[in-house]
């Protein structure tokens, strides 16, 4: 072996130090191409930026799962004191819009034609039985086609009336109520749904552009013919997978930053944890979002088929079974075991968790090492099946 100024000489008389330069400038050479594929494409800054945002602005503020105001039919058939001071207690709460009506009849038609979600009914007898030291007879009527809006007409009504009945008892005399329950909601104050709905959302995001997006890389290079080119060419197998690979990952944590500066300026999102931390957290994914895509693409040449394939194996997973919107735990047994094979559920926790909480590592620790080993394993297998030859499906 030859000996120079520069280390060591191989059989070609071309140095160690000047092969690993050589190394360097042609996977800077495939970054640069694809930075510019990327800058061509207009879509890319649609994916990049547009997206991201649009899609934020429509779950923190077009989709909420809050209740809003709720409209209420009053149907008093007391006519008592009572039955007035309770029926002006929802007519001035916060939660409901309510108008009386004069009969059963008219309550089931504003129900029919969807003018009123529900239906509260002051039973004729009710000052009587007030008076008389019992409990006035009331009952509540509400529209099952939408039960989450029925269950919070149901709970709204029931803390309304307990609140009504602990402040005042038959003839007006003030009386204290035996038990006095006192909701507090811990890392969400306001119990706004926006602050959980955000977090979760960057998550199918950072899942949109890793998986989708990445799973057309390589069958694209083949429908327009110049993967045989790049194939022809003196570059490795781990230069064609860090080409295809920095690049997107650039984007991906381009729309973290903006996804997450969007949350805490646009929606108030708080943000408890460390910016670090945050930023690890959001590599990890994003490397294995970007593995699954890219074995995808290496897998299938076809633009189509990839993306069909990205779109159910990872959008489509990462919209319904991480927990953005659906609780995991209310799931079925069998999609609960699907969940923990997801990495868009242990991000979005985590995303939930560092916005909401802190940095609480119980969580982080065994989700960055799912998500870790999840990458390793398909960014390896990516580089197995990622042949230079044009007698393989890879």
């Not at 060591?8 to 130090?17: E, F, K, L, P, W």
């Not at 899609?55 to 007391?78: C, E, K, N």
């Not at 609780?327 to 047994?333: E, G, H, L, Q």
Request: charged fraction near 15%.
């Amino acid at each position: 072996m030859l000996q120079d100024a520069g280390g060591a000489m191989d059989a070609d008389g071309i140095s160690t130090a000047a092969r690993r330069r050589l190394w360097l400038r042609q996977l800077l050479a495939l970054i640069v191409k694809e930075f510019q594929e990327i800058v061509r494409d207009p879509s890319s800054y649609l994916v990049a930026g547009v997206l991201p945002l649009s899609f934020l602005l429509l779950f923190g503020y077009g989709i909420t799962l809050d209740a809003g105001i709720l409209r209420l039919a009053v149907l008093d058939q007391s006519g008592g004191s009572h039955a007035l001071s309770l029926a002006a207690d929802f007519a001035h709460s916060p939660w409901f819009e309510t108008v009386h009506v004069g009969d059963m009849e008219a309550a089931a038609r504003k129900m029919r034609d969807s003018e009123v979600q529900g239906v509260l009914v002051i039973r004729e007898d009710f000052d009587q039985e007030l008076a008389a030291g019992g409990t006035g007879p009331l009952q509540i009527l509400v529209d099952g086609t939408e039960p989450n809006t029925a269950q919070y007409i149901r709970n709204y009504s029931q803390g309304l009336i307990a609140g009504w009945q602990a402040a005042a008892a038959p003839g007006g005399r003030a009386r204290k109520a035996p038990v006095e329950l006192q909701p507090r909601y811990w890392y969400n104050p306001t119990a706004k749904s926006e602050r959980f709905l955000v977090p979760g959302a960057i998550t199918v995001i950072m899942t949109l552009i890793g998986t989708l997006l990445t799973s057309l890389v390589f069958a694209r290079e083949w429908e327009r013919g110049t993967m045989e080119a790049m194939i022809a060419t003196p570059v490795t197998r781990m230069q064609l997978l860090l080409g295809k690979l920095i690049p997107y990952f650039c984007m991906g944590m381009f729309s973290m930053a903006l996804c997450a500066l969007a949350a805490v300026t646009l929606f108030e999102v708080p943000f408890r944890g460390s910016l670090w931390v945050l930023l690890v957290l959001s590599t990890v994914f994003m490397l294995s979002a970007l593995g699954q895509g890219l074995l995808i693409s290496v897998c299938l040449r076809g633009q189509l088929v990839a993306a069909e394939a990205g779109l159910f194996s990872g959008f489509l997973p990462a919209l319904m079974l991480s927990g953005f919107v659906f609780d995991i735990n209310s799931m079925p047994v069998a999609l609960q075991a699907l969940t923990r094979l997801l990495p868009a559920s242990y991000f979005n926790t985590c995303l939930r968790t560092i916005f909401l909480t802190g940095d609480v590592w119980s969580i982080f620790g065994p989700s960055l090492l799912f998500m870790g080993l999840l990458a390793a394993a398909l960014l390896g297998l990516v580089y197995r099946n990622l042949a230079k030859r044009l007698d393989t499906r890879a």
